[in-house]
């Protein structure tokens, strides 16, 4: 739901739609409680997958793609996922995505440049593709 929201595939009425019009179908529980956590600004699979994770452990949601200004105003980065009362950012990324020397370099300038703000800034990678088990 997400990617169709993000995607524009979709909108929140048409999914409330198809709910509605499948009131009585098996799972149609869990398509519900789905569709109330569905955000568009998830832009990535494991970003959906960790925010549901996070409700899972009773953490509180936090803003997607948070904007990070500095004390001036000007923007800083923006977060996967932000608790501005917290003073903690989350990112969650592939490992693929930093295999340029160049994306890893220009990524930990920009952490560091968040955490000079006196963020925390907490990461976590997806290993695998979804579906995809290890025995």
Not at 29 to 56: G, I, M, N, Y
Not at 77 to 90: C, I, K, P, Y
Not at 112 to 127: D, F, I, M, P, Y
Request: include cysteine; charged fraction near 25%; hydrophobic fraction near 40%.
């Amino acid at each position: 739901m997400d990617f169709a929201l993000h995607e524009q595939l979709a909108t929140e009425s048409d999914i409330s739609a198809v709910l509605m019009k499948c009131w009585n179908w098996p799972g149609i529980r869990a398509a519900s409680d789905a569709a109330a956590l569905a955000d568009s600004r998830s832009e990535s699979v494991l970003e959906s997958v960790s925010r549901l994770k996070l409700v899972q452990f009773d953490i509180e949601c936090p803003e997607p793609q948070q904007l990070v200004r500095d004390q001036g105003g000007q923007p800083v980065g923006r977060v996967d996922f932000g608790w501005a009362e917290l003073g903690v950012v989350g990112e969650a990324d592939g490992l693929g995505k930093y295999a340029e020397h160049e994306v890893l370099t220009a990524e930990k300038i920009r952490q560091e440049s968040l955490e000079q703000l006196g963020l925390v800034v907490v990461r976590w990678v997806g290993t695998r593709s979804p579906g995809v088990h290890n025995s």
